[in-house]
């Protein structure tokens, strides 16, 4: 190119190619862009504008189910002596209470708030859910890993999965709510005495699966120990998995204590199962409605967003979306 | 083949019989069994030493101990033959504590106690209750009792030999003429017309083969299947009965009785059972029966517990196959289109929401449109099924949806699939001939599960549309401690979903050439 084309681009000296000595130090290094996992997993969170909208509902969630009940006090059996309070529809509770934050979903029997019992019933019902999960995640991925690895251990565990797994689900909890009491940690002790198998299975079909790819044999023929093995090249493969395995089993707790209330051997605390199954009735009554579904409305939106959230987490969290 | 099935059956035996030792541990000795006496107004009537033998007695029934006392050892040595009746009447009265026994007592006293001490039972003796001097206390009289609990190993082996039982023709005690078995071709019941059938003498059922109008029209009486005696919840029956017999009103229909009588009755008279001495018990009894086989089941308007489940179940698995897997692929073809998002939020919302908050929602639209949402088993209508199925379609729906699309999505990036597109195939004979084929097997693999496990029924769904059918029975049996229900039940579920497991291996490794349980050299 001549001199004169050069000037024609109007390109100054800064931007055009020049001559760059050989540097011997700088040629020893390998260069690529910058990754860090927990960046990239965050940047293709948040890249879905749907994410902003359903973290900021969760965020309220949060709010309402743990602070709110800090601020404001709820006593079910405040108004237990003021009969014109009882069973009041949003509109007439709104007329007689005054419009505040406690008249808008109505009164339930006790003339309580329904809003306010449904917070604090989500509280119990959220935590029941997160320390279930906990649990159940931490000794689900723990013996999971042991028993996708060991085939000895296989062979011991598979029978215990075919023998634990037979035994009802219901029939268990319902041991454990009568040899105990109906408190939460009871029913946190029998949600997860046998429901960290299911998990666990799940994650050993997993290691099974992913223990004998290529990458994994070359590791073990260059002489990884299993131990680092498993820390280094199995458990990044499966974060996406037990994120999105998260994201279905802490709803699972709230659906299964609501229907564990529903049957009768749910928690003796208020809490969202216990509202939707003390309401049942008012649901066929005219004009009651509004206190059978106000929790059930809330507890579905619970659930639907911790899902949605666990889900896309789940997504952003497999390193084939970070491209 | 059959050698590899024959391991998994006996391997599936095996966490059978380990299935229920668990859950036999669970109730009879984790459960604390005082709890039976919780909501029980006999018990809070009683005092004293009637109170601990009401208790004894009650534990027996409901399974916990085997249990006997003095007096009903006594009673029954008498009428053996083994104490006079002078002997007897002495024998009979126990001291206020064991020194004021007579002679007489004492000897039997110790009888009792060396005979249970030798079976390792625990013999105890309740000294009288007086208040003030010498009277005594209501229910304070002095009693003589020996039990124990039941070994584990004990109840397994009893429980697990009483499962299938056979009549047999030395079981009814008192028979008038011969004992054995006859066989007819003309059933006396419907007068001298060509009925094959096999009638017992001395056996628990008179009817042991027959034929009649109802399906299966051919019926057997031989082998009787015992998963568990009920207490509480149906007393005296048997779980599998309970589930299996017809509920609903009566039919009436004209019968004719073994005397030549003739009346409208329920009555069906095929299944009589022995009852012994019960002919001249009652004058309804002597005058419709010639023998002391007068015990029989009535004929009922609708259908078992486990009828209703079933239908209900395997029509709502139809529909769910029928609906989800089409609905599936289409999600997987238009991947990340409108449809696939539209399915994606009904997934979603199925698997998020609570189960019960969604049948509700269901049982609400369909009110407001007109549907029954209750069932009432005395006035059926076709309509009544409607919300029932929809409510247990709609997760399987759901479900199938949702890893039908998975898998095929998997398969779509297959080296097959780029082979088969390159080599000119069109996207539909792609989609329905090559990746359904192969995404559909684990779907396969769930079928058997689908259709037996209908058999169990729905807990939820039973309960909000008030169905009679089987999906209820553990949590009632639960809630009243019915502990023989509870193990028959829990044992029936284990043996579905065993039979399950190998049927829908069985079944994928039908469709699919490739998938071999036996070893072979390639």
């Keep these: 190119m001549s001199k004169e084309k050069i000037a024609e681009l109007g390109m100054t000296n800064e931007e055009l190619f020049s001559f760059v000595d050989h540097d011997n130090l700088e040629s020893e290094k390998i260069t690529a862009p910058r990754y860090s996992y927990w960046q990239s997993v965050f940047r293709v969170f948040f890249k879905k504008k749907i994410n902003i909208v359903i973290l900021t509902l969760l965020f309220i969630i949060i709010v309402f189910a743990y602070i709110y009940p800090m601020i404001y006090h709820y006593d079910p059996f405040a108004n237990l002596n003021r009969p014109e309070l009882k069973h009041l529809n949003p509109s007439k509770a709104i007329s007689v209470m005054g419009l505040s934050i406690h008249s808008i979903l109505g009164t339930g029997a006790a003339g309580q708030s329904t809003f306010d019992a449904i917070w604090n019933g989500s509280r119990i019902s959220i935590s029941l859910a997160f320390v279930c999960a906990a649990i159940n995640m931490t000794i689900g991925v723990l013996i999971g890993a042991v028993w996708g690895f060991s085939k000895k251990v296989d062979i011991f565990m598979t029978e215990v999965y075919n023998i634990l797994g037979n035994v009802p689900y219901v029939l268990f909890i319902s041991v454990m709510v009568m040899l105990f009491s109906a408190s939460f940690w009871t029913m946190v002790f029998a949600l997860t005495i046998t429901g960290w198998l299911g998990i666990a299975y799940f994650i050993r079909t997993q290691v099974v699966i992913i223990r004998d790819r290529e990458y994994n044999l070359a590791s073990k023929c260059l002489g990884t120990s299993t131990i680092k093995i498993a820390i280094k090249n199995i458990l990044p493969f499966m974060t996406s998995v037990i994120v999105t395995l998260l994201a279905s089993e802490i709803p699972s707790y709230i659906s299964y204590e609501v229907f564990l209330s529903y049957i009768g051997m749910g928690l003796s605390d208020m809490s969202l199962g216990k509202l939707i199954y003390s309401a049942e009735s008012s649901m066929v009554t005219p004009g009651w409605e509004f206190e059978f579904w106000s929790p059930v409305a809330i507890s579905s939106i619970i659930t639907v967003v911790l899902y949605v959230v666990g889900q896309n987490l789940g997504d952003a969290s497999d390193p084939r979306t970070h491209m | 083949m059959t050698k590899y099935l024959l391991k998994r059956l006996l391997h599936g035996l095996f966490s059978v019989v380990a299935v229920v030792a668990l859950v036999m541990m669970l109730i009879y000795s984790l459960m604390d069994r005082n709890l039976i006496f919780a909501n029980d107004p006999q018990y809070t009537k009683l005092n004293n030493n009637i109170k601990k033998i009401y208790q004894y007695q009650q534990w ?74 010498n009277r005594i206390a209501s229910g304070g009289d002095p009693k003589l009792v020996a039990s124990r609990d039941i070994p584990l190993l004990k109840r397994l082996w009893d429980y697990f030999t009483g499962l299938v039982k056979i009549d047999d023709i030395n079981y009814a005690s008192e028979i008038s003429g011969e004992r054995g078995l006859t066989f007819t071709l003309h059933d006396p019941l419907y007068n001298g017309s060509f009925s094959p059938a096999i009638i017992g003498n001395g056996t628990e059922h008179k009817y042991l083969l027959y034929l009649d109008s109802q399906f299966p029209y051919i019926h057997q009486n031989i082998i009787q299947i015992k998963l568990g005696t009920s207490y509480s919840v149906k007393k005296g029956v048997d779980v599998f009965d309970n589930i299996t017999t017809r509920q609903g009103s009566y039919v009436m229909k004209e019968v004719t009785f073994p005397t030549g009588l003739t009346e409208m009755s329920a009555d069906d008279l095929h299944t009589a059972k022995y009852i012994k001495g019960s002919q001249n018990a009652t004058s309804i009894n002597s005058a419709r029966f010639v023998d002391d086989y007068t015990n029989v089941d009535t004929y009922k308007s609708s259908m078992s517990r486990i009828g209703f489940s079933f239908v209900i179940g395997i029509i709502s698995v139809i529909i769910a196959y029928l609906i989800g897997i089409p609905v599936g692929v289409i999600m997987a073809r238009k991947k990340d289109k409108l449809i696939d998002k539209i399915g994606t939020v009904y997934v979603i919302f199925i698997i998020a929401v609570p189960s019960l908050a969604y049948i509700f929602l269901f049982k609400a639209i369909g009110g407001k449109l007109g549907l029954p949402t209750t069932f009432i088993t005395e006035r059926l209508t076709t309509t009544m099924y409607i919300l029932p199925i929809i409510s247990l379609s709609l997760p399987s729906i759901a479900s199938l949806m949702r890893w039908l699309r998975r898998y095929m999505i998997d398969q779509m990036n297959s080296d097959y699939v780029k082979f088969a597109r390159s080599g ?99």
């Design chain 2, 60 to 133: 027996k029934s409901y399974g916990y101990i085997e249990y006997d006392n003095y007096d009903d050892f006594i009673s029954r040595l008498h009428s053996a033959g083994e104490i006079s009746d002078s002997d007897y009447e002495t024998a009979k009265k126990l001291g206020r504590d064991a020194t004021k026994d007579s002679a007489t007592t004492k000897k039997y006293v110790q009888m009792f106690t060396d005979y249970y001490d030798d079976l390792g039972w625990d013999v105890t003796r309740l000294n009288a209750i007086s208040y003030g001097g």
């Design chain 2, 424 to 522: 000119g195939l069109t996207e539909n004979e792609i989609f329905t001939k090559h990746i359904l084929k192969n995404a559909a097997i684990p779907i396969i693999h769930g079928i058997p599960g689908s259709i037996l496990g209908s058999l169990t029924g729905a807990i939820i769904t039973e309960r909000v549309y008030v169905v009679p059918g089987a999906g209820n029975l553990l949590t009632t049996a639960i809630n009243s401690y019915d502990n023989g229900v509870i193990v028959g039940i829990t044992l029936f579920y284990a043996m579905l979903s065993i039979i399950s497991i190998i049927l829908g291996d069985i079944l994928m490794a039908t469709v699919d050439p490739r998938i071999s349980y036996t070893t072979k050299s390639r």
